[in-house]
Nanobody
Framework: QVQLLESGGGSVQAGGSLRLSCTASENIFMFNNMGWYRQAPGKERELVATIALNGLSKYADSVSGRMTISRDGAKKTIYLDIVALKPEDTAVYYC?????????WGQGTQVTVSS
């Protein structure tokens, strides 16, 4: 069973930065895609950023230019670097991985941005 463990969330002031990490129990190059989603209170879960097996990354328009997804195969970890945080970035951030049409999710890490 694939396990994904997120870390790095916290409470920060607007304009601050964070690095979220997601460590997988398996070799991350077995996944077609890995990525980050977020869910704010009262809202649906939304895509933030993904990185494909070939290294191609994609971002939601709302975070483009402020968030960067990257990976370290040796550490079985993907990262989400966030700068210029805004209160509307407040959400639980979830790591996702997919392979053979199966999706796996982490438990999430809370990011709270105060103005």
């Amino acid at each position: 069973q694939v396990q994904l463990l997120e870390s790095g969330g916290g409470s920060v002031q607007a304009g601050g930065s964070l690095r979220l990490s997601c460590t997988a129990s398996e070799n991350i190059f077995m996944f077609n895609n890995m990525g980050w989603y977020r869910q704010a209170p009262g809202k649906e879960r939304e895509l933030v950023a993904t990185i494909a097996l070939n290294g191609l990354s994609k971002y939601a328009d709302s975070v483009s230019g402020r968030m960067t997804i990257s990976r370290d195969g040796a550490k079985k970890t993907i990262y989400l670097d966030i700068v210029a945080l805004k209160p509307e970035d407040t959400a639980v951030y979830y790591c996702n991985a997919d392979v053979l049409s199966r999706h796996y999710w982490g438990q999430g890490t809370q990011v709270t941005v105060s103005s």
